[in-house]
């Protein structure tokens, strides 16, 4: 399950792609016991309603053995709860929000919680760009939400101000207001937890009144469409995970997407899928069995290291900051 449509799809749909590539690879190696594995791609869209409507057709109709996804936290809060019920394995590649920790004895995510990241934000905007008093421009969704949340506890701990806090709807396109308000505000920093749709209509209209302030985003700002439309429209940073390079990988990506790049996410959710198939392959589908293994599991995947603790969450997280320049995400040294 993953957006490909509608916000976060050139997320989603290079997430695929790389699925598409760890089956053959898992098939053209003898599959799953002897038996070849089966993807099924659904639209989470981004959005709660359409990846619980996605999810119950996997889970009732189809009746996987464990579910890839979602990318956004939305998509896997929806529907998270009724496959723990049914106890499917659901491993998430990208879904960050720290709300999700504890959601069950069958979820994973081999991507980290934002309880790192907006940690990692907030200490950053502080120690390294000096910033005392932040702005924060949010979505009220599972994400949004939990980046605030975090960012904004740790920088009023280490002694900043946040001097506004405005949340609204995912699919927003309208900030003028939250903009005025907070350009008469006059923050060092605009501390923005916006998904890609919406942060290209913050940006423009950001350019529109010609505000100056750095914006500092978070890992959804990796969206190669997004780069692509901010670029030259402000001051604009952002955090990412910190992923190893492969080239064999990306390679990979490239010529099946036939795209530029390879964004956020897409080796997680290839390690997602060559982990279930090595796990599957020793344990069955027994979700008891699997989620055991996992838990337990040491796994050196393109994405990184991956393993578990009790709650399913990574044990460790690594950020980099980048700056949007010339159409390209650049690591700021």
Sequence with gaps: IGPLTGDASSLGTVAQAAVQIAAEEVNAAGGVNGR????????????????????????????????N?????????????????N????????????????????????????AYQGKFAAEYAFNTLKAKKVAVVYHVTDWGNGLRNKFAARFKELGGEIVAEEGSPQDNKDYRTSL??????????????LYPDGGIAF?????????????????????????????????????????????????KVLAKTGGKAVPICAAQSYDNIKLLAQVMTKFGTDPDKVAEALHGVQYKGVSGDVSFDQNGDLTVAQYVVKKIEGGKGIEVK
């Design 87 to 114: 106890k499917t394995i659901v491993i998430s590649y990208c879904s960050s929000a720290p709300t999700l920790t504890g959601l069950g004895t069958y979820f994973f995510r081999s991507y980290p919680s934002d």
């Design 203 to 251: 940006m423009k209209q950001f350019a529109e009144l010609g505000m100056k302030t750095k914006v500092y985003a978070g890992d959804a700002w990796a969206d190669p469409k997004l780069i692509a439309e901010v670029s030259g429209k402000g001051d604009v940073i952002f955090s990412e995970v910190v992923m190893p390079k492969s080239d064999e990988f990306n390679a």
């Design 36 to 67: 070849p594995l089966q993807v099924i791609y659904e639209d989470g869209k981004c959005n709660p309603v359409a990846a619980t409507s996605a999810a119950n057709k996997l889970l009732n109709l189809d009746k996987v053995a464990a579910i």
């Design 69 to 85: 996804g979602g990318l956004c936290s939305s998509e896997t809060a929806a529907f998270g709860p009724t496959a723990m019920q």
């Design 180 to 193: 005025t308000k907070v350009k008469g505000l006059k923050p060092d920093l605009v501390y923005a937890p």
